[in-house]
């Protein structure tokens, strides 16, 4: 059974910093890409970076790029997410999600964590 479970969000003030965390368990973790994604009060999901298996490959959001900084310890079956100079729109619950075999995108389907709420205010 898939498990996703995020950890280290909470209140920051803008400029401030916080890193995600999110440990997986009963797949292979090193086999699959993975997300994170994030979706802010009365708003969608929206994609934030993509790591491929071995951390060699990246994407950021647009919105995030510069400030953000996606990786993962494959032996620790463990993903991350930097956040550096974070702001008010950065507000949101993160999640993580395990792509599907062989593919970097995407999809609504996906299987994610339970959330970790980021709030960045003064």
């Known amino acids: 059974q898939v498990q996703l479970v995020e950890s280290g969000g909470g209140l920051v003030q803008p400029g401030g910093s916080l890193r995600l965390s999110c440990a997986a368990s009963?797949?292979?973790?090193?086999?699959?890409?993975l997300s994170w994604v994030r979706q802010a009060p009365g708003k969608g999901l929206e994609w934030v970076s993509t790591?491929?298996?071995?951390?060699?490959?990246?994407m950021y959001a647009d919105s995030v790029k510069g400030r953000f900084t996606i990786s993962r310890d494959n032996t620790e079956n463990t993903l991350y997410l930097q956040m550096n100079s974070l702001k008010p729109e950065d507000t949101a619950v993160y999640y993580c999600?395990?792509?599907?075999?062989?593919?970097?995108?995407?999809?609504?389907?996906?299987?994610r964590g339970q959330g970790t709420q980021v709030t960045v205010s003064s």
């Open positions: 999600a395990k792509l599907k075999f062989g593919t970097m995108q995407y999809h609504l389907d996906a299987v």
């Open positions: 009963g797949f292979l973790f090193n086999r699959y890409a």
């Open positions: 790591i491929n298996t071995v951390g060699a490959s990246t």
